[in-house]
């Protein structure tokens, strides 16, 4: 099958960091199956002498046992030492073939690995790359799209050196809040949360009134606009507040009515010169992990859901489909540390990941990165307590609060998250976001400092500033507060803190409420619930009077302006 590959990153190299950012870029419009195989170079870090850079190599061809590729370089740079790869030099010429553990290249996997080199004068890009004497990035002539059309753009770092759209009707009800004029102009997310509101609901703005108000606010400099993509066939399998339209074997139609109109709005030249980013399908793949099988957290609609493969299928079409627009940047949804930074969920989780980013003609390739925490409330840093602390005799993992986790945070579970990501295939540049907007935990609950040291729960307890029952606990949580600003790049491997949930919008309702948005009462919006398997069976913590999902509810704004942290 041939389609469109403008989304190709490894038909960019890129060079960013304290140098600024540099593309040199291939053609972009050609047909996947004409492309035998595809380079990602990127020099990661620079300085005088030296540098750092990545590579990953992407198969479309045969699937192989043993893999080299080869470049040449157009100035005096020498390859000093490298990783995942044996790499050697002549003159400007250099090879870098396969190690012992990773010389399988299956059709459509890819393989990275990293070197630093020194170089003096100008550190040029090299511009030809081969796979085992085929050229790369390039059309071979056997795709059925060899037009060249535009080159792509992507940047590294989409959010780097951009400003973030601020959608016009999420900002007049936040300013119409007492108090809400102080963040009315902050970007949140778009949610594309059924096909109707592709065009549009109850006479709102539909995805392209968005973007050409994106278009106004853009001006001259560069733009990201934020787009949820999130209407999986049985969606959410584990919560009913958040199901959708579709049924589980609606597959054809979420492809055909719901993702094939979006990716035809997003590739309208019109619309070229903004950075989209699309959040794809907030929690759905970590479900077939966690909530399946003899897990005493499964359910029947999960189990249904890993049985008939359409969430991998939704994912994989998603990716390829959006990817194929070359200012669109997908970011996958990763869940959180509370859902998998266990054990047996972390690598499974990333596994599933992968098989989704190369189902459906999808590959690694148009993953530009993760997103972390979206619509949740897990800290984004704990200071008073690390992971390592030993209270009591006894591991901080063993606090009731932890339970065994392996992480504290948001910030140390995206950052351990996108190292396993890469370690599975993905490439090595993909960044993460972390969903800020509720997981401040300020205000007078906030603690100022460790908790006391009588048992290890009274240690993690008394210091943590989540403040929820149990870190199981997701709808309209009471206490909680908005968290860091939006802010580009704020830490290693972190492309951005985003509000990719709007705050102010409900996360389900705390009765049932008939309504024709396929959304159902689900009981972990009940304050009065007192639990199941995944929250340990603890009450909700949910507030109460709540409206339907994605509905306004001013008690939770003026709740999260007051904790917020930072304070307003």
């Known amino acids: ?86 790499i050697t030099q002549s003159g400007t010429a250099v090879t870098a073939a396969n190690e012992t ?23 040029a ?85 968005h973007l050409d108000a994106a ?47 979006i990716a035809a709005i997003l590739a309208d030249t019109k619309y070229a010169g903004l950075r989209i980013v699309t959040t794809v399908e907030i929690d759905s793949l970590p479900n077939l992990v966690t909530n399946t099988g003899s897990r005493p957290t499964a359910t029947p609609q999960c189990d249904v859901m890993k049985a008939n493969g359409n969430y991998v299928k939704g994912v994989g079409y998603a990716l390829g489909k959006l990817g194929d627009v070359p200012n669109v940047y997908n970011y996958v949804d990763a869940g959180h540390h509370g859902w998998i930074g266990w054990d047996d969920n972390f690598g499974a989780s990333a596994d599933v990941f992968k098989q989704a980013a190369t189902a459906e003609g999808a590959t690694v390739n148009d993953v530009h990165g993760f997103i972390t925490n979206t619509a949740n409330y897990s800290a984004l840093k704990e200071n008073n307590f690390t992971i390592n602390d030993t209270v009591a005799g006894k591991s901080v993992r063993e606090s009731k609060w932890v ?6 945070d948001e910030l140390s579970f995206a950052q351990a998250f996108r190292n396993q990501l890469v370690t599975v295939g993905f490439p090595s540049g993909i960044g993460m976001l972390i969903d800020t907007s509720r997981n401040g935990w300020g205000g007078a609950a906030r603690p100022a400092g460790p908790g006391a040291t009588t048992t290890v729960d009274t240690y993690v307890d008394g210091g943590r500033y989540d403040r929820r029952i149990h870190v199981g606990n997701w709808c309209n949580q009471s ?24 705050p102010g919008e409900s996360d389900g309702s705390s009765t049932a409420i008939p309504n024709d948005e396929g959304k159902g009462f689900d009981r972990m919006c009940d304050p009065t619930y007192t639990g199941n398997p995944r929250n340990n069976n603890n009450l909700s913590g949910a507030l109460a009077n709540s409206p339907l999902s994605g509905h306004w509810f001013s008690a939770q704004f003026q709740e999260l302006m007051r904790n917020a942290y930072p304070a307003l």
């Open 479 to 502: 206490g909680a507060g908005l968290g860091e600003r939006p802010t580009a790049a704020p830490a290693t491997g972190i492309d951005a803190y985003v509000w990719m949930k709007p």
């Open 403 to 408: 339970d065994w986790n392996r992480y504290t």
């Open 125 to 209: 890009l090299p511009t030809t790359f081969t796979l085992d004497g085929v050229t790369c990035n390039v059309d071979d002539g056997g795709g059925t799209d060899p037009d060249p059309g535009t080159p792509s753009n992507r940047v590294d770092n989409p959010y780097a050196g951009a400003r973030v759209y601020v959608n016009p009707e999420w900002s007049a009800k936040a300013a119409a809040e007492t108090g809400g004029s102080r963040i009315s102009s902050q970007p949140t997310g778009v949610w594309l949360d059924r096909i109707a509101a592709i065009n549009g609901v109850n006479g709102g703005m539909g995805l392209r009134a």
């Open 1 to 86: 099958m041939s389609r469109t590959r403008t989304a190709i990153l490894a038909a960019m190299a890129l060079v960013a960091g304290a140098t600024g950012a540099a593309v040199a870029a291939a053609p972009a419009d050609v047909g996947i199956a004409a492309i035998p195989c595809t380079v990602d170079y990127k020099v990661q870090s620079q300085w005088n002498t030296g540098f750092t850079a990545a590579v990953t190599v992407t198969n479309n061809s045969a699937a192989k046992s043993s893999w080299a590729v080869k470049w040449s370089y157009a100035g005096n740079q020498q390859v000093t030492s490298g990783w995942n790869a044996k």
């Open 101 to 123: 553990y990773n010389g399988t290249l299956a059709t459509g996997g890819s393989v990275s690995f990293g070197f630093n080199g020194s170089y003096s004068g100008t550190n």
């Open 215 to 261: 278009l106004q606010q853009k001006g001259t400099g560069e733009l990201v606009v934020q787009l949820v993509i999130y209407n999986l066939p049985g969606r959410d399998c584990a919560a009913l507040a958040s199901n959708g339209e579709l049924g589980p074997t609606e597959i054809d139609r979420y492809k055909t009515a719901y993702i094939d109109p």
